[in-house]
């Protein structure tokens, strides 16, 4: 059975720092692995999607890096700002899924001090 | 271009009463997936519609139930509700399901008196 492990689960840190979020998985036999973005009371918002045969995604001051033989995940903040502060979710859907049924990890959430 | 939408945005009902959550795919989706996100948790499968049936289902008991109409929305249903439904419930869409990203909807807030 898929497990999906997020740690830490919370973080606070200054204004202007970088900082890494950290996601495993057990099971390697993933087709991608997604980080979302969740506002509280809101629904998710996708950041980064990484297929099983990458290795990183990139946007803006967002990079994802994805290894799956150790099963593992990182989500990397440059220059962290306020804005940032929100709970963020990694999710892997299955290879042997047919619907691309998404498993959650728990969830980091971030705040970030002015 | 409309995103996925969700109705109603909050709802509070008593144990052992009914609930219908609705939701409406994006534009261009056909496929519409359920998740429940309890507090402080992530979210957990529900079940997927893709042309009008369950295509799979996660682990809940089947007081939870679903159905998707010809123009793709989607509606949940949960009868003889407990405490511990008490959750966000969040509606996904995407194109055919099949491992194609997820759009989400902002979820419908229900708690249970």
């Known amino acids: 059975k898929q497990e999906v492990t997020q740690i830490p689960a919370a973080l606070s840190v200054p204004e202007g720092e970088n900082l890494v979020l950290n996601c495993s998985f057990t099971?390697?036999?993933?087709?991608?692995l997604q980080w979302f973005r969740q506002d509280p009371g809101k629904g998710l918002t996708s950041l980064l999607l990484?297929?099983?045969?990458?290795r990183e995604q990139t946007s803006g001051r967002l990079n994802a890096s994805l290894d799956k033989s150790s099963g593992r995940s990182t989500l990397y903040i440059a220059a962290s700002q306020p804005g940032d502060s929100a709970t963020y979710l990694c999710?892997?859907?299955?290879?042997?899924?047919?619907?691309?049924?998404?498993?959650f990890g728990q969830g980091t959430t971030l705040q970030v001090k002015p | 271009d409309a995103g996925v939408t969700q109705s109603p945005t909050h709802l509070i009902k008593t144990r052992g009463q009914q609930v219908t959550l609705r939701c409406s795919p994006k534009?261009?989706?056909?496929?519409v997936s359920w998740y429940q996100q309890a507090l402080g948790q992530g979210p957990q499968f529900i079940f997927q519609?893709?042309?009008?049936?369950?295509?799979q289902r996660g682990n809940f008991p089947d007081r939870f139930s679903g159905h998707q109409f010809p123009n793709y929305s989607s509606e949940l249903n949960v009868n003889a509700l407990l405490l511990g439904d008490s959750a966000l419930y969040l509606c996904?869409?995407?194109?055919?399901?099949?491992?194609?990203?997820?759009?989400f909807g902002d979820g419908t807030r229900l708690s249970i008196l």
């Open positions: 519609y893709y042309e009008e049936e369950e295509r």
């Open positions: 999710a892997v859907s299955l290879l042997s899924s047919n619907t691309g049924k998404l498993i």
């Open positions: 990484i297929q099983s045969s990458q």
């Open positions: 534009s261009g989706h056909d496929t």
């Open positions: 996904a869409s995407s194109f055919r399901g099949a491992n194609q990203p997820q759009h």
């Open positions: 099971d390697s036999a993933i087709y991608n």
